[in-house]
């Protein structure tokens, strides 16, 4: 199993940025897909991006393609979030996860089995 630790979170203003990255313990890092999923008060955990095992692979909610990017870097043992073109609607905890497959292009919170404590993203207006 892998560990998960996120940071980069903090406040931004709309129209900006922020670059979130996780760390992973365990030696099956590269092993799994890995996935970023967001939290917004009163909502429902929702998807974001998602890479396969190398991160040659990726894909994104509608909702944030094309402003953000996920990549990953496994001899480092980290993946990343890069976000742009920030708004208030993207305000959420954002947790990584490690998929519980080697298979990727799962949007499903059940198919992801290691998950990290989040981090807060707020964007203001």
């Known amino acids: 199993q892998v560990q998960l630790v996120e940071s980069g979170g903090g406040l931004v203003?709309?129209?900006?940025?922020?670059?979130?990255?996780?760390?992973?313990?365990?030696?099956?890092?590269?092993?799994?897909?890995?996935?970023?999923?967001?939290?917004a008060p009163g909502k429902e955990r929702e998807f974001v991006a998602g890479t396969s095992r190398t991160g040659y692979y990726t894909y994104y909610a509608d909702s944030v393609k094309?402003?953000?990017?996920?990549s990953r870097d496994n001899a480092k043992m980290a993946v990343y979030l890069q976000m742009n073109s920030l708004s208030p609607e993207d305000t959420a905890v954002y947790f990584c996860a490690a998929a519980r497959s080697t298979e990727w292009g799962s949007r499903e919170i059940g198919d992801f089995g290691s998950w990290g404590q989040g981090t807060q993203v707020t964007v203001s207006s």
Not at 14 to 29: D, E, I, N, Q, V
Request: net charge positive; aromatic share 16%; proline share 3%.
């Open 13 to 39: 203003q709309a129209g900006g940025s922020l670059r979130l990255s996780c760390a992973a313990s365990g030696r099956t890092f590269s092993v799994y897909p890995m996935g970023w999923f967001r939290q």
């Open 66 to 70: 094309g402003r953000f990017t996920i």
